[in-house]
Nanobody
């Protein structure tokens, strides 16, 4: 069984920063890509940023230059440093981790999400 848990959301004012964290736990043999998604009310879930096991990154256009994704493979963690937050960044942020359990197959695991609210 593999579990993914996010933390670090909260309420901030425009221009401020937040740091989100994600950890994968359980019977994990291998991990591959990890990604952050977000979903605002009435909107589809969208990719915010992704990072491969080797450290290659990609970002959604709206967050480039403001958000930074990183990971620690040994700790099975991923972080999202969010700077210069805007009202439009308000959403529930989800972590997705591609992992393989012992004797299992590759599966995308999702966390429950953490709320980020940017408001003055």
């Amino acid at each position: 069984q593999v579990h993914v848990v996010e933390s670090g959301g909260g309420l901030v004012q425009p221009g401020e920063s937040l740091r989100l964290s994600c950890v994968a736990t359980g019977s994990i043999e291998s991990m591959s890509a990890m990604e952050w998604y977000r979903q605002a009310p009435g909107n589809l879930r969208e990719l915010v940023a992704g990072i491969t096991h080797g450290g290659s990154t990609n970002y959604g256009e709206s967050v480039k230059g403001r958000f930074t994704i990183s990971r620690d493979n040994a700790k099975r963690t991923m972080t999202l440093q969010m700077n210069s937050l805007q009202v439009e960044d308000t959403a529930v942020y989800y972590c997705k981790a591609e992992a393989k359990g012992f004797g299992g197959t590759w599966v995308d695991y999702w966390g429950q999400g953490t709320q980020v609210t940017v408001s003055s």
